[in-house]
């Protein structure tokens, strides 16, 4: 077994969450995406449930990009680039900013698209920021639809879902 630790985690949100998506699953699934992804060290992570509009500003802030989206990921070791995503075996630290919330918001509108309620498709975001944070890319061409089907294996793996 690796040593694997997630030291912090931290949850602030915005606006109101589902009562299923709970520091303690979002613990739980944590430790299984990075146990199953081979992931070592400590980990310190923090969410950030934010709204379309705030959402939309960081997107632009950060990328450049003038519309919503529904993650972002931001390392906070400060040895960390895009370009070289150092300290994923020895752990890192990071903050992740997710969209959600009720109809009007990208989760709870993406979740109908699985057929599945706002809560999983947060959590299934959650593995989304994880990965990235494990160099995983969704920009390469067929990149993104390889990282989509490994996020719904370690979904439907996560043998603490309530559903």
């Known amino acids: 077994m690796s040593d694997l630790r997630i030291t912090e985690l931290t949850i602030d949100a915005d606006l109101s969450l589902p009562s299923d ?30 709204d379309d509009a705030e959402m939309q500003r960081m ?28 300290g994923v075996e020895g752990g890192v630290e990071a903050d992740q900013e997710l969209a959600a919330g009720g109809f009007e918001h990208r989760a709870a509108d993406q979740a109908g698209d699985d057929g599945w309620d706002t ?13 990235h944070l494990l160099e995983w890319d969704d920009l390469q061409e067929g990149a993104r639809d390889v ?4 996020q719904r294996e ?10």
């Open 119 to 131: 809560a999983r498709e947060l959590h299934f975001l959650v593995v989304h920021g994880l990965l």
């Open 59 to 86: 997107h632009l802030a950060y990328m450049g990009l003038d519309s919503p989206t529904d993650i972002m990921t931001f390392p906070l070791d400060d040895d960390w680039s895009f370009d070289d995503a150092a």
């Open 21 to 50: 998506l709970t520091e303690a699953s979002v613990i739980s699934l944590a430790l299984h995406v990075l146990q199953e992804e081979g992931a070592e060290g400590e980990w310190t992570l923090g969410f950030r449930f934010v």
């Open 147 to 150: 990282m989509l089907a490994r």
């Open 154 to 163: 370690l979904l439907a793996s996560w043998p603490d879902a309530a559903w």
